[in-house]
């Protein structure tokens, strides 16, 4: 039973189509609902409460492990993945956050991550006193032979700012209800990793409201920047929406697309937008404004690897795709970090023919795994193959229904099955009495 429930559900698949790509979740790193700190392989590495992930082009996977104050790296090692901590002291948490070179820095609260391309990894790291309230950062973690060195570039407007980096180096973010891009100082042919001149893309400083507009005419509520793509377009949440600011000729264009944004948005080389929310994983194909599921189930928490929606998350936090359209997630209710890798699932097709056509016509219908009822000539689509398909058949009256039996669906094929109803027929007998009725001539 449980088998034909699983092969109902995956049917279920919003989207399927035959030969469709899906989403296959595994565990790559970490034990599931063990929040402690060690590196190893496999689930021998333990994280806590991790929360930002970025991918870098080698595939290899970097993770904020916030509880635990640190960066790590997870390798893929022959079929092992393999972490390490790069940046920071294993739960040894910086008061203040300190740069340095691998365990020698300290970070607070380490959150997002990013790289750059070039193979260096930016973090945004927060800090609390109480003299100065909350202060947040943007910190550059760069290898420097077989060390990876911390330095703490930037400070943040506000905690929700986001910021992105370009091919060319140049680092966009949100400041005081504006866009601005920061464009690294040069002194001497050398890019400063410190100092930036900076210049106000969109919005007016100062000014909030939600305005769609060129350049200062713009105006932003809550702006957060998670992306730039390779037309220079920036990408921005504004209280949850996504919002696009464009280069055209001198000028910036900020639009309002009609969609709203999950948390963590990440975009890939193509324009696809993901996030992470309500335990499930969910893509914004590019182009279009609906977001699709593409792993776990709304508001369904818990620990499971599986197809799309039979996999399960407990609070994902970071979503990072590789260039080659791998996703990894840092499922941190878990303490885990997942990979979902794209597959062409077999499927195949199943048509019933049912008869008489008497039967039919009084009502016959048929349906597989206990799905929707069916007509008589009708094919249902997007099965998974296997022979762990059951077909059953609906009541008519007057007839006899026709046993439920297991179908095997072929890959990429259609299996057709008939059904044949036998009407009833049966006797009546009528006992009159009393005998002076039937002598009176009741029949």
């Not at 392989?41 to 104050?69: H, L």
């Not at 370009?166 to 990793?193: E, M």
């Not at 910036?252 to 992470?276: F, K, Q, R």
């Not at 009528?430 to 009725?437: C, F, H, I, R, S």
């Amino acid at each position: 039973m449980k088998l034909k429930i699983i092969l109902a559900a995956l049917c279920a698949l919003s989207g399927w189509q035959a030969g469709a790509q899906t989403y296959n979740w595994t565990t790559i790193a970490g034990l599931a609902n063990t929040p402690a700190y060690a590196n190893g392989t496999n689930n021998a590495a333990f994280f806590n409460n991790p929360q930002g992930v970025a991918v870098d082009g080698a595939g290899n996977v970097f993770v904020a492990d916030a509880n635990n104050y640190c960066i790590r790296k997870i390798s893929l090692m022959g079929s092992n993945w393999v972490t390490t901590t790069i940046a920071g002291l294993g739960g040894v948490q910086g008061s203040p956050p300190i740069d340095g070179t691998g365990n020698a820095a300290r970070f607070y609260s380490p959150n997002t991550l990013q790289p750059d391309g070039a193979g260096n990894i930016y973090v945004k790291d927060y800090y609390y006193n109480s003299y100065n309230g909350a202060d947040y950062f943007i910190r550059k973690i760069s290898p420097v032979g077989t060390n990876w060195v911390v330095t703490t570039i930037y400070k943040l407007w506000a905690s929700g700012s986001g910021w992105a980096i370009d091919p060319s180096g140049n680092y966009y973010t949100a400041s005081n209800y504006a866009i601005i891009q920061l464009t690294p100082v040069v002194v001497n042919g050398i890019p400063s990793q410190t100092n930036f001149a900076a210049t106000t893309l969109a919005g007016f400083p100062g000014l909030q409201g939600t305005v769609d507009g060129t350049n200062i005419v713009a105006r932003f509520y809550n702006p957060s920047v998670f992306g730039v793509d390779s037309s220079g377009t920036v990408y921005v949440s504004d209280n949850g929406k996504l919002r696009t600011v464009s280069p055209s000729g001198g000028n910036w264009v900020v639009a309002t697309m009609p969609v709203g944004l999950h948390s963590y948005p990440v975009m890939d080389e193509a324009g696809n937008i993901y996030g992470s929310g309500n335990s499930s994983i969910y893509e914004l194909p590019a182009g279009t404004t609906n977001w699709i599921s593409i792993g776990g189930s709304n508001s369904v928490s818990g620990y499971a690897d599986g197809v799309n929606s039979l996999a399960r998350f407990n609070s994902p936090a970071g979503v990072a795709v590789s260039p080659g359209g791998t996703l990894y997630v840092a499922d941190s209710g878990n303490e885990l970090i997942r990979q979902g890798m794209t597959a062409s699932l077999p499927l195949g097709s199943l048509q019933v023919t049912m008869q008489p056509s008497d039967a039919v016509s009084a009502g016959a219908a048929w349906r597989v795994d206990a799905g929707l009822w069916q007509t008589n000539s009708a094919t249902v689509t997007n099965l998974m193959t296997g022979s762990n398909h059951v077909l059953s058949f609906a009541p008519v009256y007057g007839w006899a229904t026709p046993s439920n039996q297991w179908v095997t669906i072929s890959n990429n094929a259609t299996t057709t099955v008939v059904g044949n109803y036998v009407q009833q027929f049966g006797s009546l007998q009528v006992n009159l009495t009393p005998t002076g009725a039937t002598n009176a001539g009741a029949q």
